[in-house]
């Protein structure tokens, strides 16, 4: 298992679970729920924060956070 | 899960209270907007500091509705300042706010999750009104959303609009009227995550539903800190006290529970067309907005565009503002009798509203641009872009925006930190604006520079005028970023500094929109900022136009002896008649006073005078030096400048104004916090008096100790 840091722009990834309990409560109500799909959109030019594709919209967020969110990959 | 028959009907009600609820990006202000237009007021919402719009509507011939717009939320988990608001607001029915009906406003191009807030304000149990904005996103991708279905698996009403195209409001207006129930089912069953707490809670507190107990419960700590009712608050907290209760573990649950929920609705509720998505023209967009190269050469562009407006631009309306205010004082003067009153109103309160019209331009114009930024969704790609490069220095990337715009002013510049939702962020950002170097800086650093440093022609574009110049906007923006330094280490965080942000879809602006955005701030600072830049107008014009006892009468008649008007022309006599009035008065006798503090800086009292009176805006120390060495206009720089130039200090017998000296009022200037106007809104928009004081301290200190050390060094 690895973390949404770590996906390449393009790939997409199964949330799985959370490291950061105070960070996961933000991140599951923006809809990041165990389960989803996220596909990670765009890397900002400066190499962070990130853009992924959750629940039917746009989300950013910073690599330190989102390496909080531990996804499975989809084959 | 059994339906819930009771209704509530407001037919014998003239007045409804009406909240509005959503998620940021819901369209909630821009349905706000359609329902009120322009009969709307920004209040405060009492013992926090978070803005209250409340906005009125007919809905018949006597039902008139009261709506008020709470601060967007994604959840009901009160992290934020604005977010506790809205749900204490929601829950507490002893808020004065507490509404009869509450609109929840969800996007129903991005419904999942919209749904989450809309559910949770669901169990709350108290009667709402989905309103599915931006139905024509739907439409436009092909997707239909069942309303009747939606609406009978959520158990409260829905209506399907267009807030931006105003499809759908009298449909919601009407909607109103009719009798209302409270929702009919639980979304989730909140008593098997937490059965103990939820019984406990109740047996002491009258609640609505099981999760209004819950949420009790789960903020209890925040409404301790808050202080709001403390005694209710106490009562729960001894009701719990044995229980063991992880509330990161019951959130986490709840969320998720609503989620499995929300997922079984959306499948059953809306029919997606597959194949191409209109969401793809903003990922294009983000293509090249967000590029490594592009993305800053149009942002680039963009601020480059904004400070040419403001700066210039902004200048022609300024200008006429002023002329039309010395013709009004001209007339004022003229007609009214001659005396203290007339005296009061032509430079007092005049000049004093001068003073805050004068900045009405600038705010309009830098507001148009912003409304738009905002409106389109492209300030949240500002952020993405500029998030690292700022987040090292304690600023957020929206911070670019008022930092380059203080340069122009800082005042329309601070009221332009709202969008930063970080508290911390948006505090620094406030507290180190004002160090940008602004217009009102340029007229000083004109007169100081023309005054001390040599104007060479041998080296064109390069002379060190403009050397000097451009140093010193530099020292201004270095000075920004080091406080900000600063004070990154310094201010603790109310809050964990998030950037899970939402990235809108692109759209296209809304004139409406901008039009409110560029009244509603206009207003606010004429009625909040305004009366205290008038206030101190007046105590500054009064320091200036008296003295203690006959000091007046007697050098008016001195200048009025006839012997003198044999040796020198009236202008003359009445420019020094004018010097010596107010190197009596009570400004003079501060200046004076103050001599001890500053002459380590190389300023004499004279230069104090000016310190005191440029606090009613910078450029009023070319002024008041005109003023007070009898240099008659004070539109003359260049005479201005000759009579400064021309005075000797009477201790060493060379020119007062040194280089050392000129240089260290150079620094002064730059530094120091010489600005009513920014102070006021300062005050205004952190509505504590803590921050424009430190404000005022801190830079007053950089500003000491930067002209005493090129003082000494250079005398």
Same mark, same amino acid.
């Given at each position: 298992?690895?973390?949404? /840091? ?60 989102? /390496? ?8 | ?56 509507? #007919? ?12 601060? *967007? ?5 009160? %992290? ?16 004065? !706010? ?25 169990? &709350? ?15 436009? !991708? ?7 279905? @939606?609406?009978?698996? &959520? *158990? ?43 019984? #406990? ?34 009562? =729960?907290?001894?009701? &719990?006290? +044995? ?44 293509? =090249? ?34 002329? @039309? ?29 001068? *003073? ?56 329309? $510049? ?34 100081? =520079? ?81 009366? =205290? ?13 008296? $003295? ?15 012997? @003198? ?27 004076? $006073? ?23 805006? #910078? !450029? ?24 400064? #130039?021309?005075?000797?200090?009477? %201790? ?12 260290? @009022? ?19 928009? +952190? ?6 004081? &430190? ?21």
């Amino acid at each position: 298992m690895k973390n949404l /840091s770590q996906l390449k722009v393009g790939q997409s990834a199964i949330i799985d679970s959370f490291t950061d309990k105070k960070m996961a409560l933000k991140l599951l109500e923006m809809g990041c729920t165990p389960g989803e799909i996220v596909k990670l959109d765009r890397i900002a030019p400066l190499g962070d924060p990130i853009a992924i594709s959750v629940a039917g919209y746009l989300l950013s967020l910073r690599k330190e956070e989102a /390496s909080t969110i531990m996804v499975t990959s989809i084959k | 899960m059994e339906p819930n028959q009771s209704f509530v009907n407001f037919t014998e009600k003239n007045t409804l209270k009406i909240a509005l609820v959503g998620n940021p990006n819901s369209g909630k202000s821009t349905l706000f907007n359609a329902l009120t237009g322009l009969n709307q007021k920004t209040g405060n919402f009492p013992g926090v500091t978070v803005d209250k719009k409340i906005g009125t509507a #007919r809905l018949t011939d006597q039902v008139t509705a009261d709506f008020i717009d709470l601060p *967007g939320t994604y959840s009901l988990y009160p %992290k934020s300042l604005d977010e506790r608001v809205a749900f204490d607001v929601l829950c507490n029915e002893n808020n004065a !706010e507490h509404p009869d009906v509450t609109i929840i406003v969800a996007d129903a191009s991005n419904l999942k999750r919209n749904l989450f807030l809309v559910s949770q304000i669901i169990d &709350l149990k108290i009667p709402v009104i989905l309103a599915l904005n931006m139905m024509d996103m739907v439409e436009k !991708e092909g997707d239909a959303i069942d309303l009747v279905r @939606l609406s009978e698996r &959520l *158990g409260v009403k829905v209506v399907g609009l267009s807030a931006r195209n105003k499809n759908g409001i009298e449909e919601l207006k009407r909607a109103l009227l009719q009798p209302l129930p409270v929702p009919s089912y639980d979304f989730i069953d909140i008593k098997k995550i937490a059965p103990e707490i939820i019984e #406990r809670i109740k047996s002491v507190q009258k609640v609505k539903s099981d999760f209004a107990a819950f949420q009790l419960a789960n903020n209890l700590d925040e409404s301790l800190l808050v202080g709001q009712k403390n005694t209710e608050a106490n009562k =729960i907290a001894d009701a &719990l006290n +044995t229980l063991v209760i992880d509330k990161n573990k019951l959130q986490a649950l709840e969320s998720v529970e609503r989620y499995k929920v929300i997922n079984r609705i959306v499948e059953e509720c809306i029919t997606r067309k597959p194949g191409l998505r209109v969401k793809s023209v903003t990922q294009k967009l983000d293509g =090249i907005l967000t590029h490594r190269v592009w993305g800053y050469v149009i942002f680039l562009t963009i601020l480059f565009f904004i400070f040419q407006t403001i700066f210039f631009l902004a200048a022609y309306p300024m200008d006429w503002i002023e002329a @039309l205010f010395v013709t009004l004082s001209d007339w004022a003067t003229h007609a009214l009798p001659q005396g203290e009153l007339t005296n009061l109103l032509v430079n007092g309160i005049l000049a004093g509203l001068s *003073g805050v019209v004068v900045f009405v331009p600038q705010i309009a114009l830098l507001f148009t641009f912003i409304a738009i930024l905002e409106d389109t969704g492209y300030m949240a790609r500002v952020s993405f872009i500029m998030d690292k490069m700022m987040r090292k220095f304690g600023l957020n990337g929206r911070s670019v925006i008022p930092l380059i715009s203080g340069v122009a002013c800082a005042v329309p $510049a601070i009221m332009s930190a709202r969008t930063i939702s970080n508290w911390k962020e948006r505090m620094i950002t406030i507290m180190v604006t004002p160090l940008m170097s602004c217009s009102a800086r340029l007229p000083v650093y004109t007169l100081l =520079i023309s005054l001390v440093v040599p104007h060479d022609k041998n080296n064109g574009f390069f002379n060190y005028q403009g050397l000097i110049l451009m140093a010193l906007y530099l020292i201004g923006f270095m000075a920004a970023i080091g406080a900000a330094l600063v004070m990154k280490w310094i201010l603790k965080a109310r809050e964990k500094s998030y950037f899970i942000m939402e990235l809108p879809v692109y759209r296209t602006p809304q004139w409406r929109t901008v039009g409110l955005t560029i009244v509603d701030k206009v207003k606010m600072f004429l009625v909040d900022a305004g009366k =205290i830049i008038v206030a101190v107008s007046i105590i500054l014009w009064f320091l200036t136009s008296h $003295a203690p006892g006959n000091k007046f009468a007697d050098i008016e008649k001195k200048y009025n002896d006839p012997k @003198l008007a044999g040796y020198m022309v009236p202008a003359q006599l009445k420019a020094m008649a004018s010097s010596e009035k107010l190197e009596a008065s009570y400004a003079g006798m501060l200046g004076r $006073a103050i001599e001890p503090a500053i002459a380590p800086l190389g300023f004499d009292w004279k230069i104090g005078i000016s310190l005191i009176t440029s606090f009613a805006a #910078r !450029e009023v120390f070319v002024g008041t030096m005109a003023t007070i060495y009898s240099a008659g206009d004070a539109g003359n720089t260049l005479s201005i400048r000759d009579k400064m #130039r021309a005075e000797i200090n009477p %201790k060493t017998g060379l020119p007062k104004f040194s280089i050392a000296v000129g240089f260290s @009022l150079l620094l002064f200037y730059a530094f120091a916090m010489q600005c009513m106007s920014t102070l006021a809104i300062v005050y205004r928009e +952190t509505k504590n008096i803590k921050w424009p004081l &430190l404000q005022f301290f801190y830079m007053g200190a950089m500003a000491y100790l930067a002209s005493l050390l090129v003082y000494q060094l250079l005398k």
